[in-house]
């Protein structure tokens, strides 16, 4: 495998202390290895929320599925992420989606967004999965003065989504228990959260009840075309196929296959959980909402009060992998907290984690045919929302491998196959100088 990170990015050293293990541990997740030979009609590399869905798919649909993931199913993203089902998946704005694609493909778009979340509701419904779901829809607030005039997005939110959003004053969000120093936010009342492992354990029984194999250990190490079959090889076995989905997003190799080289950016994101706080500390703050929320920092801060009033606070930044970077951002993400939560600067942090989202030069997903390369497909690139947005695409790539028309479309703005970074292998560069002015911005904007 070929990857741009160093290796300390992908060891289980970042993923020890997430909470969302001690629900879902290792052990439930895990699954045997690749041995032998064997055939299918289709095999995903990657049993995160776009191969578990794309494999539920296809094995309701009679498909002899094999789902192959280096670690076990969630290890990367799906398992670690914040556990926010909500609208997103690309960075580009409506002017620039109607610049480049054209209004109906921009409200087609929009229209996705919020099927995405629609078909995550009904899997959960479908499959009786328990994901400790709570909040009604999500909260913008704004950390500057500037950025809380929230009429002009109210409007585009109407026009893309059919919804009337709640625009609160500053003064007003103590009373909707949203106290933290913002300026005023503005609730869309679309989306919800939910336990990223629970959701993903639930979609890996329903895979593997309706004829889906799943391993684990099973690291890809190459794909090849064989005898008129594509031949997908691990370290202790291989399958012959006629099609293959991979959905490794910010976990992708530059090798497998090499399509995907320079054509995804990895991003770290990272993610605090607090001990349960009390009814007197949560008074303190003035933070009484279940809400999920995020604010409007270009690296940014996403936040919400869980069901058993611990708090996940988490945030996008960090452009090395190390032990020594690693307890850099540990102290970053916890500076940024006790600022923005000065009540709670006395309360334990009991878990920290970090993992990788996933940008394209585009700004949008892919979801469609790797080109010259018949019968394999990808998705990835969700720009942090995953949950909702990856789990649309696997669903959306199992359509294509059966030819047929689905419930629900694919966008035009996922169809265009991304460009590739500059730089290539050390794409990671770009990064440095993005982010120094978006914390500019962030700071003076």
């Not at 909402?289 to 945030?315: C, E, I, V, W």
Request: with cysteine; aromatic share 10%; net charge positive.
């Amino acid at each position: 495998m070929k990857r741009i990170f160093p290796p300390f990015a992908y060891s289980d050293t970042r993923i020890d202390h997430c909470f969302w293990a001690e629900a879902v541990p290792e052990t439930m997740l895990e699954r045997p290895a690749l041995q032998g030979d064997h055939m299918a009609d289709v095999v995903i590399i990657g049993a995160g929320f776009t191969g578990l869905n794309a494999a539920l798919s296809l094995a309701e649909a009679g498909v002899q599925v094999r789902v192959l993931d280096l670690r076990y199913p969630g290890w990367g993203a799906s398992g670690r992420n914040g556990g926010f089902c909500c609208l997103g998946g690309s960075k580009l704005s409506d002017a620039s989606l109607d610049r480049t694609f054209g209004k109906p493909a921009r409200l087609e778009w929009r229209a996705a967004e919020r099927e995405a979340i629609r078909h995550v509701d009904k899997l959960l419904h479908k499959h009786g999965i328990e994901a400790d779901r709570h909040s009604d829809g999500e909260t913008l607030l704004a950390h500057r003065p500037s950025l809380a005039r929230f009429e002009g997005d109210a409007a585009q939110i109407e026009e893309n989504f059919g919804v009337t959003p709640e625009i609160i004053p500053g003064e007003q969000l103590s009373a909707h228990g949203l106290n933290a120093g913002f300026h005023g936010g503005m609730k869309l009342p679309i989306g919800f959260a939910l336990h990223p492992r629970k959701y993903l354990a639930g979609l890996l029984q329903a895979a593997e009840q309706a004829g889906a194999v799943v391993h684990g250990d099973s690291t890809v190490l190459g794909i090849a075309k064989q005898a008129g079959a594509w031949r997908v090889e691990t370290r202790h076995g291989a399958v012959s196929c006629e099609n293959i989905i991979v959905g490794t997003n910010g976990y992708s190799s530059e090798d497998l296959p090499d399509w995907m080289a320079a054509r995804y950016m990895p991003a770290q994101s990272s993610v605090i959980v607090t001990r349960p706080l009390s009814d007197a500390e949560l008074s303190a703050q003035g933070w009484t909402s279940h809400q999920m929320a995020f604010d409007t920092r270009k690296l940014l801060h996403y936040f919400r009060l869980m069901p058993d009033n611990r708090f996940l606070f988490g945030m996008r930044g960090g452009l090395r992998a190390s032990t020594a970077s690693d307890r850099a951002i540990r102290r970053l993400i916890r500076r940024d907290f006790d600022a923005m939560f000065p009540a709670w600067q006395h309360v334990e942090t009991s878990h920290y984690w970090s993992g990788m989202v996933c940008l394209s030069p585009s700004l949008a997903p892919f979801c469609g045919k790797v080109p010259e390369m018949p019968g394999v497909y990808a998705g990835f690139a969700y720009h942090g929302n995953g949950v909702a947005m990856g789990s649309y695409t696997g669903a959306r790539l199992a359509d294509m491998v059966l030819g047929r028309a689905g419930d629900a479309p694919i966008p035009a703005v996922m169809k265009k196959p991304p460009g590739r970074f500059g730089l290539g292998r050390f794409r990671r560069t770009l990064m440095f100088a993005a982010y120094a002015g978006f914390r500019l911005r962030d700071r003076f904007a």
